[in-house]
């Protein structure tokens, strides 16, 4: 899958999944970016989703639009560089706090 089909493809709302002692976990969630060739998405460091991800980073994302759906799996990790944070969450136009705001990175995405 192309990074721009995807970003494309979470436009609006969307659903990532995380699991937490063996129990999947659904929440939805609105926007993507592209930084570098990269897709993110935008967290907050006191959400259960950021602790999920860093005990366990494997996840699954679904997306649907009236052109269909888009369904893939990866792994997500935070991003360490504020400056591709912050760019992440002005691109998905977020309000961006530097205390609280990660950006996460999709990692070895593959079609589900």
């Known amino acids: ?33 592209e930084v570098e060739g990269k897709v993110y998405c ?6 259960k989703v950021f602790s999920q991800i860093l005990e366990n980073p494997k996840v699954e994302v679904f997306a649907m639009s009236e052109f269909g759906t888009c369904r893939f799996m990866a ?16 691109k998905m136009g977020k309000p961006f706090d530097e205390e609280n705001s990660v950006a996460l990175r999709f990692e070895k995405i593959k079609k589900a």
Do not use: C, N, S
């Open 75 to 90: 792994e997500a990790f935070p991003e360490e560089d504020k400056e591709k944070t912050k760019e992440a969450f002005e």
């Open 42 to 47: 935008g967290t907050a460091r006191t959400k």
């Open 1 to 33: 899958m192309e990074t721009q089909e995807i970003v494309e493809a979470l436009k609006g709302v969307w659903y990532l999944a995380t699991v937490e002692d063996e129990q999947p976990h659904v929440r939805p969630f609105d926007q993507a970016a």
